[in-house]
């Protein structure tokens, strides 16, 4: 790998895994590599110069990818002469497209390119032409099958033909095929006892209690009983390019039976609509919380969520992936706890401005070490990785007036430094009494914690 001068300007980008990978090394990891690289080279790395996307989806086709549009915009604007990339390998297999560009932006802009992660060497001239011509290949190869999954999609469509894939439709067997006569029944009685003006909760609330399954065994919601509202499906209607508000071309008449009417499903969305307005209409002022994402349970490990109570405010654990039930019921004020976290974010500012490390990573895994291994283990290790504002500490005034330029911030200012500071704080079982707020069950966790599972 060839050498480059000493504080030549680089960029790093980092990407969440495939999930086909054997290695998951999180995104955080990723940038703490890439810069032990860099600093090795002699490239300098400025926080505003590191890129990632972490979102599961950017390995998609046509999902933005804003961490990759970074850094194309950073090599075209000049900002950067040196570019390492985390498993070039990975980029190439499943963005051959990506690969490509980068490679052809590398030979115009004159770039040193270095990968990690894996063994591919992109500083060698034949490796790259290798490579080059094997991603062109691949995307060739990858545009002809979305034209002709395309086609088939219209055709598809234009025939009346279901979607293929996903659960089973309740309602249907599998494929639309046919009616299940029990469930099928379960559809309508929805339809005409929501038109009749029930809520959502009290159809879901008494079809559980009746004993009444969904499609995969589970417990009626909400958002389960709103699908069967809004699904053409159900009225014989195929959705067609992803739009069922389309006036022109959104659907096609399918060519399985039609469950309900297609005037009921029509007066469905009406109503639907209509109760949306008005609740917005008469929703009062959502509740702000200052410290979204940042809180967790020391019980879970898993974030604390805002939930409001009549007039309280508070942080209460949303324990979805816990290995405990359900039922974990730490909570804390919310009032008191962003009081308590401003406090120690102004003693750190009201400190020496080198206090804060300006070469701080832009990756971080908030929460504490060890998350649950719930049922998606990729989450488990991906799923609370964050990426810091670069400038949020811009402009933020420290030493002794820091204290009174801290309440002259807005709240998004101010949330946004509460997370460049800060990478966790975590909320223990309460000790004293009720009414009382107790800060000894609040632990503020700063900057590269060594209890942070940091691989």
């Known amino acids: 790998m060839a050498g480059s001068r000493r504080g030549e300007r680089g960029a790093l980008y980092c990407c969440v895994p495939h999930r086909t990978d054997a290695d998951q090394l999180p995104v955080d990891a990723q940038e703490r590599r890439g810069r032990a690289l860099a600093a090795s080279l002699r490239i300098t790395v400025r926080p505003e110069s590191v890129f990632a996307d972490r979102q599961r989806a950017v390995w998609q086709p046509e999902t933005d990818r804003a961490g990759w549009r970074g850094l194309l915009a950073a090599i075209r604007a000049g900002r950067a002469k040196a570019v390492l990339v985390f498993r070039p390998s990975t980029l190439i297999r499943h963005r051959p497209a990506d690969a490509v560009e980068l490679l052809l932006l590398a030979e115009e802009r004159r770039l040193t390119l270095h990968g990690f992660g894996d063994d591919v060497d992109l500083n060698d001239p034949g490796v790259r032409s290798a490579i080059l011509n094997r991603a062109r290949q691949s995307s060739q190869t990858a545009s002809a099958l979305s034209e002709a ?27 639309m095929r046919a009616l299940i006569p029990e469930e099928s029944r379960v559809v309508r ?168 490390d300006p070469n701080r990573p832009v990756s971080v895994r908030r929460g504490p ?64 009494a009720r009414g009382v707020f107790d800060t000894s069950r609040i632990t503020v966790v700063q900057g590269r914690d060594p209890g942070i599972s940091m691989p």
């Open 369 to 432: 070490a060890e998350p649950p291994a719930g049922r998606d283990g990729f989450r488990a290790g991906h799923g609370q990785i964050d990426l810091r504002d670069v400038h949020a500490l811009d402009g933020v005034v420290t030493g002794p007036k820091a204290s009174a330029a801290w309440r002259r911030l807005p709240e998004e200012r101010r949330a946004a430094v509460l997370r460049a500071l800060f990478v966790a704080v975590e909320i223990g079982p309460k000790t004293t």
């Open 149 to 175: 999954a395309r086609a088939a999609h219209e055709v598809a469509a234009e025939t009346g033909r279901p979607h293929g894939g996903g659960r089973r439709a309740y309602g249907y067997e599998p494929g």
């Open 189 to 356: 009685e929805v339809y005409a006892r929501y038109l009749d003006g029930e809520s959502l909760r009290a159809i879901a609330w008494d079809l559980n209690a009746r004993g009444v399954p969904t499609s995969t065994g589970s417990t009626w919601t909400t958002t389960g009983i709103d699908r069967v509202l809004a699904a053409p499906r159900y009225c014989g209607l195929r959705v067609f390019r992803g739009s069922v508000d389309r006036e022109e071309g959104g659907l096609r008449p399918g060519r399985w039976e039609a469950c309900v009417d297609i005037g009921d499903w029509r007066r469905a969305q009406k109503e639907r609509a209509q109760r949306a307005a008005a609740n917005s209409a008469g929703q009062r002022q959502r509740a702000r919380y200052l410290l979204t994402g940042l809180v967790v349970c020391g019980r879970c490990h898993v974030h604390m969520v805002g939930s409001i109570v009549g007039d309280y405010r508070m942080y209460a654990c949303a324990s979805l992936n816990s290995p405990l039930p359900r039922t974990c019921t730490m909570h804390i004020a919310a009032a008191s706890l962003e009081d308590f976290v401003c406090e120690a974010a102004v003693g750190l500012l009201l400190d020496r401005n080198d206090s804060i």
